[in-house]
């Protein structure tokens, strides 16, 4: 089969190359991708992969052959799915966990772009408990994990203020659910019950400050790339400020993310933004160019016909 793989020195560092069929252990299902979107994790972690690696977390297709466990989605089926490597290829081993049956009417490219955005939201905003008539922030509402946390939130009853710099978006986040979207965090006046922050640095600390007693931020990501530095006295407690927390998590080791990932495909609703198509031959140019995008999401088209699928 043809796949990318990681090639020191070439465009975007990837090569276009026959590789081995894979080999899927008994947890994993055999997939045909017909679709990925790269994930800013993806691109990350290129630099630090070992040459001839596969990368790629998730995307859609269709399965080859079910995992021999005896789980997960049949033959022929649908899917969507998310794996830590291996998705930029014709065909690709996932565990069943992550893997869920897709709507039959689902385009293979708004399929591609829920995985890891979708359930990354869906996780953090789990971990804030009860939102139902809380205020809950969304820093860095315009990320595709953000715009989905905004969603997400609305939808689960929260109170939603995101935080967006550019403010041609903030109309887009008002009508995703936000009911105040800010450019900064400075103009937001009353604390919040919880955050989902996707930038770090200064905008970490400052979500931090605005908790109530009791509150939690998820630092979720780190687009900003910058130092959080905490003064004197953040973590002094009174009891205007006691049990606050920030926390993270991987989501390439949260267990059993089927069923999420099921639901979120099928909410037809949820809004996946722009969608731009490319073949899977630009892949290696578009990352070597920076991996530009108008706005939303860059999908790649995975052309099945170089080597007919199994
Ligand atoms: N922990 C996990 O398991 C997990 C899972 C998924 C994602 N993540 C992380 O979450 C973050 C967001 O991912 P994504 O896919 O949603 O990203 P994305 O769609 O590429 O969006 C990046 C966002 O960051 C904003 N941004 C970048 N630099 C900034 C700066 N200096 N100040 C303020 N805003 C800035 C951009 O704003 P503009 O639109 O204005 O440019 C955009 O909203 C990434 O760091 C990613 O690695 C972590």
């Not at 860095?140 to 550019?166: E, P």
């Not at 009353?190 to 979500?207: W, Y």
Request: aromatic share 6%; hydrophobic share 45%; no cysteine.
């Amino acid at each position: 089969m043809l796949g990318w793989s990681t090639a020191p020195g070439a465009s975007g560092g990837l090569s276009l190359r026959e590789l081995p069929e894979p080999a899927p252990l008994p947890h994993e299902a055999l997939v045909r991708v017909e679709a990925f979107a790269p994930n800013p994790g993806d691109l990350e972690g290129l630099a630090a992969s070992p040459a001839g690696a596969v990368p790629g977390w998730d995307g859609s297709g269709v399965v080859l052959a079910p995992a021999a466990d005896g789980h997960g989605p049949e033959a022929g089926e649908r899917v969507l799915f998310l794996g830590l490597a291996g998705g930029w290829a014709q065909r690709r081993a996932v565990p069943h966990t992550m893997t869920a049956t897709a709507p039959a009417d689902a385009p293979w490219e708004r399929l591609a772009v829920l995985p890891v955005p979708a359930t990354s939201a869906l996780r953090a905003l789990r971990r804030l408990g009860s939102v139902l008539g809380r205020r809950v922030l969304v820093v860095g509402a315009t990320s595709a994990v953000g715009s989905m946390a905004v969603q997400l939130a609305a939808r689960s009853g929260a109170r939603v203020i995101a935080i967006a710099r550019d403010h041609a978006q903030h109309e887009a986040l008002r009508q995703l659910g936000a009911s105040e979207v800010h450019t900064t965090l400075a103009t937001v006046t009353s604390r919040v019950h919880g955050a989902i922050d996707m930038i770090g640095g200064e905008h970490l600390v400052d979500a931090y400050a605005l908790l109530q007693p009791g509150g939690t931020v998820i630092a979720l990501g780190h687009a900003a790339g910058a130092d959080e530095i905490f003064r004197y006295g953040a973590f002094v407690a009174d009891p205007t400020t006691a049990d606050r927390s920030i926390t993270s998590f991987f989501l390439g080791s949260e267990p059993d993310l089927d069923s999420e990932m099921g639901y979120l495909a099928a909410l037809p609703d949820l809004e996946v933004g722009e969608i731009e198509v490319r073949p899977w031959t630009e892949l290696a140019t578009w990352i070597d160019a920076g991996a530009p995008r108008r706005s939303g999401r860059v999908v790649f088209r995975v052309d099945q016909s170089a080597s007919p699928p199994l």
